[in-house]
């Protein structure tokens, strides 16, 4: 049964750090790219930050770019997410997801979410 569990959210000050870490099981963890998806208040779903599953190369959106790291242990099968410098406007919920995409068929598997708050 494919699993991922995140853990490391809560509620931090801006300028404070967290870490949030996405533990998988249940599939080939090295063959999927890894993301992390958050969702605030009124707003859509939108991609953070991915780590392909070949070369490692990452991408991040602008409104996070120098301030999140994305990484992985594929010997731990688990994806991080370090957040430096958070903002409140960083609070959302923030979703795990694995995935390995052919033409014919998405392999897309996702997380429960856990909930990050940047509040003073």
């Known amino acids: 049964q494919v699993q991922l569990v995140e853990s490391g959210g809560g509620l931090v000050q801006p300028g404070g750090s967290l870490r949030l870490s996405c533990a998988a099981s249940g599939f080939t963890f090295s063959s999927y790219a890894m993301s992390w998806y958050r969702q605030a208040p009124g707003k859509e779903r939108e991609l953070v930050a991915v780590?392909?599953?070949?070369?490692?190369?990452?991408n991040y959106a602008n409104s996070v770019k120098g301030r999140f790291t994305i990484s992985r242990d594929n010997a731990k099968n688990t994806v991080y997410l370090q957040m430096n410098s958070l903002k409140p406007e960083d609070t959302a919920v923030y979703y795990c997801n694995a995935r390995r995409s052919y033409s014919w068929r998405d392999y897309d598997y996702w997380g429960q979410g856990t909930q990050v708050t940047v509040s003073s």
């Open positions: 780590i392909t599953s070949t070369s490692g190369s990452t």
